[in-house]
């Protein structure tokens, strides 16, 4: 992968210049260390144009399924070969440490492959229609341009489970990058590139607001719109789709509930809450931010999460012993200083961290955080922060759990910890939630779909389901009778 630092927009097979550039933040100095291009939306209609033009073209529209498999099959060996080199980028440019960003990108070529395996699994259906001189069935055919906007955390990933599916659908893409931390898929154009693509089927760009953004998402070549990010950007987005009608998913925030009961493996289960909401520095659409904890149990666990939370390791997230690196923006770090202190002003008691961690003055550090909480009132509780800060607090019994679980209008994954099974399988049809996870958290697969309820989204990422979101059906009527149609205007 060479001039990896040459960041370029990808157009209709070509890697071009934006419209302007902007320069990125190492979070880890807090200082520019790149210069990145902005597309306008003249930018932005020649990448949907190209896609729509590619759509119909025979060198793409013509393939089969299996030869678009193939071209996946190649896309995954070559994310799988330059794994380190996106990981170092993503690492730089978004402040994930190393050894996360190395193991999940080595991961998303597995997302790849699945899908190439996907391609040539899209089945139609005879129907057996009440008619007994006709033929009838069902074709599906993909949907048309895509219009996947992604956010910087986890970018890679979250790239692989909208186009996976959509190429392998047959459909073609416009993949919009954040303007933060662009880099790994600017990176990773190339690849796509290499691995031979028609020109216009991918096209990969980054941008600001309205003039990216807006334009992409309220395209009218665009025909669905998948997106990933926060609820007040989603309900932009819902509102551009209004001028093309293109059928759109949603894959939100969260404000994840953990719940621990008395029974549990308390060691077990302080290890999968630490993973859950201090990996990644807090930064994730699932983090597990709300620990309710049976009474019974919690003054026990919580000592055992301080303990844990003290431990970490924060400092430069491309060295491999860093267990916590630096928060993308400063934005956020504000944000969660002003939430920690309106929610002492609540009430809620700091267990531990709340700060700047001491010697680390440059970039936008913030300690794992631990507050004890009366309530879901409290706003560190109520509000999805993005960064390291847990909220814990303390239920007598399965019904408060359940009530205190629920009380939130995000719903996108939850954690059960607890030896009974038949607790277990009551808490799980009971909890709103698109994800439940059972004595572990986090666990992610290409074969298992995720979305969330309510305000956590519309729609469901990964699994074999997926590819069906890519598609649209057309109905096919054959009439198999030799004997001529009746004239309609003549009465027997």
Known sequence: MSGADDFRLYIDGAFVEGGSRFESLDPSTGRPWASMPAATAAD????????????GEPAWAG????????????????????????????TRDTGKIIRETRAQIGYVAEYYRYFAGLADKVEGAHL??????????????????????????????????????????????????????????????????EAGFPPGVVNILTGFGEECGRTLTAHPLVARVAFTGGPATARHVVRNTAENLAYTTLELGGKSPVMVFADADLESAANAIVAGIFAASGQSCVAGSRLFVERAVHDRLLALLVEKARRIRIGDPQDPATEMGPLATARQRSHIEATIAASLAAGARLVTG?????????GIYFQPTILSCAGNEVPCAAEELFGPVLSVIAFDGEEEAVALANDSPFGLASGIFTRDLTRTHRLIRRLRAGIVWVNTYRAVSPIVPFGGYGQSGLGREGGAESIRDYTRTKSVWIRTSDEPIADPFVMR
Do not use: Y
């Open 63 to 90: 393939l089969t399924a299996s030869q678009r498999g193939r071209l996946l099959l190649r896309l995954a060996d070559l994310v799988a070969a330059n794994a380190a080199h996106l990981a170092e980028l993503e």
């Open 128 to 193: 057996p229609v009440d008619k007994p001189d006709m033929e009838a069935w069902l074709r599906r055919e993909p949907i048309g341009v895509v219009a996947a906007v992604v956010p910087w955390n986890s970018q890679l990933f979250l790239s692989a489970v909208k186009l996976g599916p959509a190429l392998a659908a047959g459909c073609t893409v416009v993949l919009k990058a954040s303007e933060e931390g662009p880099a790994p898929l600017l990176a990773f154009a190339r690849l796509v590139h």
């Open 354 to 362: 709340g700060g700047r961690p001491e010697g680390l003055d440059e």
């Open 44 to 55: 932005v209609d020649r990448a949907v144009k190209a896609a729509h033009r590619a759509f």
